[in-house]
């Protein structure tokens, strides 16, 4: 189909832009960072279409629509993701949490009214994000370098490398028709910028050198969530 065709397009475009990049690494560069040049550049694109276009587009959002719409938003796509979340926990070998993840999407989906409302969370279902990204490194495969994507922002080789097992395995990546889909996609996008505004405006106003700022706190947070908050992985 049109869809499934355009889908592995677009996965392929990731991955050939990954190897791509790989290849591009410059000694003397910034540790960790080998690609910052092409980092800073995407960057600076990225950043101008949140200032021109995103990120007005969030506030509106945020001022304009009750807070009950809003959180029913946030859970209606963060209900989409718990069920990957549980087969990452799972093929991590955390079976407890990975059953846990499947229980709340089985709730959510059918008590919750198709996850608008998080009766999971009341009952006392702990909610896990977990991507194939963290599941790889948690069996040990490195990071690599830091890698700034387009329009999607920080990243590393490893995680946008599993990209696209992370999109195939989002349900509204199969939502038709297209319009609702791409519609759908844009609100998604609007409410988790929404989400950040006030942050977002602390860091605009405190980092000197925001790409860095942005950079060292991904790099670091992500590091915590492939081994829950441990330094390495438990033996």
């Known amino acids: 189909t049109n869809k499934t065709n355009k889908f592995q397009l677009r996965s392929i475009a990731i991955a050939a832009s990954i190897l791509m990049l790989a290849g591009c690494a410059t000694k003397g560069s910034t ?7 092409y980092n800073r550049a995407v960057f600076k694109f990225n950043d101008t279409v949140d200032r021109v276009a995103l990120k007005p587009a969030a506030t509106v959002y945020k001022r304009a629509l009750p807070s009950f719409v809003q959180t029913g938003v946030n859970n209606f796509f963060g209900n989409l993701t718990d069920a990957w979340s549980g087969a990452n926990n799972l093929m991590q070998g955390k079976g407890a949490a990975g059953m846990t993840d499947f229980t709340r999407f089985t709730l959510n989906s059918t008590l919750g009214l198709a996850g608008l409302l998080d009766i999971a969370s009341e009952a006392g279902l702990q909610k896990h994000n977990e991507d194939f990204g963290q599941t790889l490194g948690y069996w040990g495969m490195p990071s690599g370098p830091y890698f700034v994507l387009p329009l999607l922002g920080p990243s590393t080789i490893r995680d946008s490398a599993a990209l696209p097992l992370d999109m195939a395995a989002d349900p509204w990546t199969y939502v038709d028709p297209t319009s609702t889909r791409n519609w759908g996609t844009a609100l998604r996008i609007v409410d988790k910028r929404a989400e950040i505004l006030d942050a977002s405006s602390l860091v605009e106003d405190a980092a000197l050198d925001r790409y860095v700022f ?17 330094t390495s992985r438990k033996p």
């Open 214 to 230: 942005i950079r060292d706190g991904y790099l670091q947070r992500r590091q915590s969530q492939v081994f829950d908050g441990e």
């Open 31 to 37: 540790p960790g960072d080998p690609l910052e040049g």
